[in-house]
């Protein structure tokens, strides 16, 4: 997938990192942002973000990936940045069982603070690590399939997956809001011109392009 100028795009996603402590969501982060790599990474404290553009289909799109701290001390803050947020990777550490079972509770917290149209992908991260995996990979997948995710093991350690992960949740995100503004032009009740596309959700903030500056925009 080819990178783009950060300063150029057509629409702007916003798309969050959930998970416990430690399952590597900011590893995940550097390494699909800027193909890093920290062994040495520590708890973050707060909310920090990254962006990186991608090409889909004709289009750049430029993605605004936030990263919060997974501990229940910073749930207050994890609370409020779903504002927005078009699409999900939830991350789990294959190793470790408590990280898949709080799955269902992220899970319950993203559906009560963002649009039901939100993309999200289950992520089984430390793919590298198989010796040690506890959690298995089809009852991962069988979890997703019933709540309608999508879903991938990853390595940010050895970036197996890490790209197919964020590019195919931006590309579902794409094609959702491509099909929805498809719809709206093609009902006579709503002008076609001059007007932002109402996404829906509980903040009315999914995309932005680059003539529209919204709350996620950078």
Known sequence: ??????????????????????????????????????????????????????????????????????????RAITSAYYRGAVGALIVYDITRHVTFENVERWLKELRDHTDHNIVIMLVGNKADLRHLQVIQTEDAKMFAEKENNFFMETSALESINVENAFTEVLTRIYHVMSKRALDVSNDPTVPSKGKTIDAGGKDDVPIVNKNNVGCCSS
């Open 1 to 74: 997938m080819a990178y783009a100028r950060d300063d150029e795009y057509d629409y702007l996603f916003k798309v969050v990192l959930i998970g416990d402590s430690g399952v590597g969501k900011t590893n995940l982060l550097s390494r699909f942002s800027k193909n890093e790599f920290n062994l040495e990474c520590k708890s973050t404290i707060g909310v920090e973000f990254a962006t990186r553009s991608i090409k889909v289909d004709d289009k750049i799109i430029k993605a605004q990936i936030w990263d919060t701290a997974g501990q229940e001390r910073y």
